[in-house]
């Protein structure tokens, strides 16, 4: 039998020796097509792209000569798919660029998509390095809350924290210790030991932290040393989330002495240590103990048990997780599929919703960052923005403690809310009562995360939607399908589409995307942005667009054309002399020459039909150019009513006053003398007869320099009241929504109910994919990297077999090899 076993250990030996050999085989032969490759793509985008993309110029960010020399190509996917992107648009290299045939065009993007899309992940193992980092504020507040079983949120003194590209504040790259942050910890570790363990306990609160931290107490039959042993050693296993060593352990116990010999009672001597304890970089950080070498290795059950809490509970492990840490057993499938399910249902899971998902979606800005003037709009409540805030948080929570698919993010038929939102955004008066409660919805316009009131908000412009703002929400946030930066020719809305009262968003928008450079960002942003329209700034249905009702411009520009239809040919030319000659400002000249002349109705259907909004409004402008406005007539009789009221001497005393010419004065006091002398029914007719345009004006502006002015002031009253009185439809213009949608592949679709079909037919994998992605990103606490996609695709393929659930989700981030590897730094 022994030669036997010898034998099979041979060919055992031997068949692994052939396995690694053909790994190493297709390894090279992986790298050496890669290689051949990028030789190819190397003169393409030399010929083409490097005069504006190498290292020197870079321009809008893009070094296409350091990627390419980067392997694996793989490790900056991000920019290789927008290249990708802008070569089959058309989009680059520029016009006036050297332009690469059909066939080279089509060649670079082939070789690129080969590359990435056939990169073989079985060629890597790399679990990635997890980085020092400190607790996050949020992090620190619910460790001391579990240290010392006492809320205090020492923390709500510390600076904000900053988020890194990954959009979490648990982001290592931002969490590092400032010295101006050490000071606070000092502060705050003397105030949580002062605050937690008073010298006489006076709530339930200060005997349940001392009945935490001293867990004996000295007696006859326990000395004080000994009792102090215990204690700190209990702490610093708590508060290190690891067993202490033996020199640790004595370094406190010889402060303890120190104090104690000081003078100090047992209970100060204890926490004098204590305070010592919470500002070690021991407490501060998250540091894993680690191995030598450049291997990957497993971390051990104690660091498996602070990754598990800090990403679950944002918090320190409780004795539980602690007891099967010290057993060596955690790490067991079994054993952490039950911790797994213990903790999500325990309520500080609720972080999974009020940190991770406000964190990625958005929503946590709500009542910050995004608020309403409680002035202006005075139904934008603390509450309901606190209630908004909930509804996101509890859905999300509900998904994920209910095991329910990934994909009901987005079509899930219910919400929460209580009678205040509900009333105000949801406009239902059928829930009563402050507390949030689950709310079946029977519109397939409502439902799922997209159409949240708190995600609405977040993606608005304080009382205005921007479809442009939430199209790339849902791209970027909820598919993790970014759009490429805009170019630096694209540009923002023209000030005179902008400002044109009369158009929709989406007509302006349309004027502007029109441009190839904007074009192939917005055919995919516009389409989901203006799905999402029927719903306003905070997320209420409307049907309409509310456009302010101001004189019409095609009106205005009529009354003036008709104006000038009453000069001579000499006037006419006299007036336009002193107009800028812009090429703009003469076609406009031409074509106005020419409107002189047509028929009234050849007129009006001129400036009512053939002339659109923007045309409107540079003839107007020109108009304006050219002083072409009339006296306001009504302020004009205002002005001199006030000019009959005053009696001679004051009359004489402001004319005096009057900085002009004597001979000009004494034709002004003519002329004023002449209307004071007018019967009351005679001065309107006089005025407006006697007086030409330009002579109208004139005797406003004197009338002002007397002092007489003052009629928008006096009437704002007046007008306010008259537009209360009016009906309120009545100040605005109705337009009907537009939520009609197609997207670059032609694909239509309408409305809220119509984007989350979509984006369940079209955009699944991207969702789950995103959403997987983002969990990773948390758990983990650093941005992912190209070689964490076999993890990834290892956890979407068990989601595929379990019909996309989150507790499978959950499961695969802290089952996977990154989360439970880690390599040191090379």
Wanted: glycine residues 4%; proline residues 5%; aromatic residues 10%.
């Amino acid at each position: 039998m022994l030669w036997k076993t010898k034998s099979i250990d041979k060919y055992k030996l031997i068949i692994w020796f052939i396995f690694l050999f053909l790994v190493q085989v297709k390894f090279a032969q992986g790298i050496a097509a890669e290689n051949d490759a990028k030789e190819q793509l190397n003169l393409h985008l030399e010929k083409f792209c490097f005069r504006c993309h190498d290292t020197n110029e870079a321009y809008a960010g893009l070094d296409l000569e350091s990627l390419i020399t980067d392997q694996p190509l793989i490790r900056n996917r991000i920019q290789w798919d927008h290249v990708i992107e802008r070569l089959t648009l058309n989009d680059m290299p520029p016009e006036g660029e050297l332009q690469p045939t059909q066939t080279e065009r089509t060649r670079i993007v082939e070789v690129l998509s080969q590359v990435l899309n056939q990169f073989d992940y079985s060629t890597i193992q790399n679990p990635g390095f997890e980085p020092i980092r400190r607790l996050t504020n949020l992090e620190y507040n619910n460790t001391i809350r579990d240290l010392f079983g006492i809320d205090l949120k020492p923390a709500a003194r510390f600076p904000s924290e900053l988020t890194g590209i990954s959009s979490f504040e648990n982001s290592a790259n931002t969490l590092f210790l400032q010295p101006a942050l050490m000071e606070r910890y000092i502060s705050a570790a003397d105030r949580v030991v002062d605050l937690a363990l008073p010298q006489s306990p006076k709530s339930v609160d200060h005997h349940r932290a001392r009945k935490q931290i001293f867990i004996v107490e000295p007696s006859s039959n326990i000395s004080k040393k000994k009792a102090a042993g215990q204690i700190l050693n209990h702490f610093l296993l708590r508060s290190y989330r690891r067993p202490p060593s033996t020199e640790e352990l004595n370094r406190v116990k010889h402060q303890f002495d120190q104090a104690s010999q000081s003078g100090q009672s047992f209970d100060e001597a204890i926490k004098q240590v204590l305070r010592s304890v919470l500002i070690s970089p021991k407490f501060l950080l998250r540091i894993e103990v680690g191995q030598k070498g450049i291997d990957a290795y497993q971390i051990n059950d104690w660091e498996l048990a602070t990754r598990l809490s800090y990403f679950l509970w944002s918090s320190m492990p409780d004795d539980e997780l602690f007891d099967v840490a010290a057993e060596g057993i955690l790490s067991q499938p079994k054993v952490l599929k039950s911790q797994i399910e213990r903790m999500l249902s325990d309520r500080k899971a609720d972080t999974l919703g009020d940190v991770f998902a406000a964190q990625w979606l958005g929503f946590r800005f709500i009542g910050s960052r995004v608020r309403l003037d409680p002035i202006e709009v005075p139904w934008c409540t603390d509450s309901l923005m606190d209630a908004m805030r909930a509804e996101s948080t509890m859905f999300f929570l509900s998904l994920l403690r209910s095991n329910r698919p990934i994909g009901e993010l987005v079509t899930a038929d219910y919400t929460f809310m209580n009678e205040e939102l509900a009333g105000v955004i949801y406009r239902r008066n059928d829930i009563k009562g402050k507390h949030m409660r689950r709310v079946k919805l029977n519109n397939p316009s409502r439902g799922g995360i997209l159409t949240h009131p708190s995600l609405m908000a977040v993606t608005s412009n304080y009382t205005e939607t921007s479809p442009i703002k939430r199209g790339n929400w849902i791209l970027e946030t909820v598919l993790g399908k970014p759009v490429p930066p805009p170019p630096p020719n694209a540009g923002a809305l023209k000030e005179e589409i902008a400002e044109n009262s009369d158009l929709t968003f989406r007509e302006k928008l349309q004027l502007h995307s029109s441009k190839p450079s904007c074009r192939s960002c917005h055919s995919k942003i516009d389409p989901l942005g203006f799905s999402l329209e029927n719903l306003d700034f905070f997320g209420r249905w409307r049907d309409n667009y509310r456009l302010h009702v101001f004189e019409s411009d095609a009106e205005e520009l009529l009354e003036k054309i008709y104006e000038l239809r009453n000069l001579d040919g000499l006037e006419f030319e006299k007036l336009i002399n002193n107009l800028e000659k812009t090429e703009e400002n003469i076609e406009i000249l031409k074509r106005l020459r020419w409107i002189r002349h047509l028929t009234e109705d050849e007129l009006e259907k001129e400036v009512f039909e053939n002339l659109d909004p923007l045309e409107r409004e540079e003839f107007l402008e020109v108009f304006w150019h050219l002083g072409y406005d009339e006296p306001d007539k009504e302020e004009l009789l205002y002005l001199i009513f006030k000019l009959r009221q005053i009696d001679d001497i004051e009359m004489k005393k402001r004319i005096e006053n009057l900085e002009v010419d004597p001979a000009e004065k004494d034709e002004i006091v003519k002329g004023l003398h002449w209307v004071r002398m007018l019967d009351d029914d005679e001065v309107e007719d006089e005025i407006f007869e006697v007086l030409d345009r330009e002579e109208q004006k004139e005797v406003s502006e004197i009338l002002w320099e007397l002092g007489l002015g003052g009629y928008k002031e006096e009437n704002e009253e007046r007008e306010k009241s008259e537009v209360q009185e009016e009906n309120e439809v009545d100040s605005f213009d109705l337009k009907p929504i537009d939520t009609h949608a197609v997207l670059p592949d032609g694909t239509t679709f309408h409305g809220p109910s119509g984007l989350k079909q979509i984006l369940i037919e079209k955009y699944h994998d991207d969702l789950v994919h995103q959403t997987v992605s983002k969990m990773m990103i948390y758990a983990l606490g650093r941005q992912l990297e190209y070689y964490d996609e076999p993890a990834i695709h290892r956890i979407k393929e068990e989601l595929k077999a379990d019909d996309f659930r989150f507790h499978t989700l959950l499961r695969g981030v802290i089952s996977s090899y990154p989360f439970q590897y880690k390599k040191n730094p090379q």
